[in-house]
């Protein structure tokens, strides 16, 4: 099943988080700016589910400011520049999945991606 909360400010973020931890949902995918996921990532409820970052790019929240209970869909800044060592296998099974947002400027990034 798939649910959308649409958020406005610091509250929205509480009333999204307290929903979703109320809702049982394991996984969801935030597409907020650093300030908001940090935001979400440590309100309370927010360790009974798993967030996927889809909105903020910086490589420091994959390394110094990591957030707890936070994965990362967008490649880091060595990926996107093919300096990264590839994984075997990620390559074959990224082919398979790719996550575009509603916007224009989602559908713009996605070929920066390797999407097809």
């Known amino acids: ?5 649409l ?20 996984f969801v995918v935030a597409d907020l700016d650093e300030p908001a996921l940090r935001a979400l990532a440590t309100l309370p409820g927010a360790e009974k589910f798993v967030i996927l970052n889809a909105g ?16 990362h ?4 800044r060595a990926n996107a520049h093919g300096r990264a060592r590839p ?10 999945v790719r996550v575009t947002g509603p916007t224009p400027a ?3 990034y996605a070929p920066r991606c390797g999407a097809r």
């Open 73 to 76: 869909s967008l490649p880091s």
């Open 7 to 26: 958020v406005s400010g610091q509250n929205g973020l509480a009333d999204a988080a307290a929903a979703i931890a109320a809702d049982h949902i394991g």
């Open 106 to 108: 989602d559908k713009l």
């Open 87 to 96: 994984i075997p296998g990620v390559e074959a099974m990224a082919a398979l």
């Open 1 to 5: 099943m798939l649910k959308q909360y």
């Open 56 to 71: 903020a790019p910086d490589d420091r929240l994959r390394e110094e400011a990591c957030l707890p209970g936070v994965l």
